[in-house]
């Protein structure tokens, strides 16, 4: 009988054990569905929010270290199928665009080990910053109060927001942000002008999956 209290102990431990191993294979809070293809534009922050996260390396950083520089800010994670098929062509329109003035930041929304495998596996060449609630919380701080995934911000070279994207980003929409993008930091428009029409002409462009992986 005196070996009882060992047996139960053990028994916890196991338990606890499982119960880690049970949580650790499942994604972080996971925001809702995105009920439409773009963001209420009368909700977006004005300027890119000043939030830390880690990166791959984990050195904190925050989108303010790309001064200068259009951002294609992407919230991904491992576990989400669109995220997923969204990589190549996010990995090309930096290939494409980089030179002039345009950077992609991945924001994983996700476990860290997870998203750096991940990352190898798939070469993904443009910087990652990595969390769990502290990146779900970044990503409701651009103002949006319901965030699905993927979800793609775009700002100009004076971290403005231009607009933002809720779901999966083709490249013909890609296109139509990037030059309105373009006008803005020219000043031939601004942020709130630029918006309004990109809504029109993106509505009348076909909901076209990305190319990629169609699982």
Known sequence: MKSWPIVAIAVSAMAA????YLYRQQPPPAPVAAPAPEVDAAQLAATLPGFQLADRDGQMKSLQDWPNQALIVNFWATWCAPCRREIPLLQQLQRDHGAEGFQVIGIAVDFRDKVLAYADEMKIEYPLLIGEQEALDAAA???VEAVGFPFTVFSDRQGRIVTAHMGELTAAQAGLILDAVRQVDSGATTP?????SLEAALAALPSTPAEGDQS
């Not at 054990?17 to 880690?20: D, E, K, L, P, V």
Request: charged share 15%.
């Open 17 to 20: 054990g499982a119960a880690f």
């Open 141 to 143: 701080a651009f103002g």
């Open 192 to 196: 709130e002008a630029a918006r309004a």
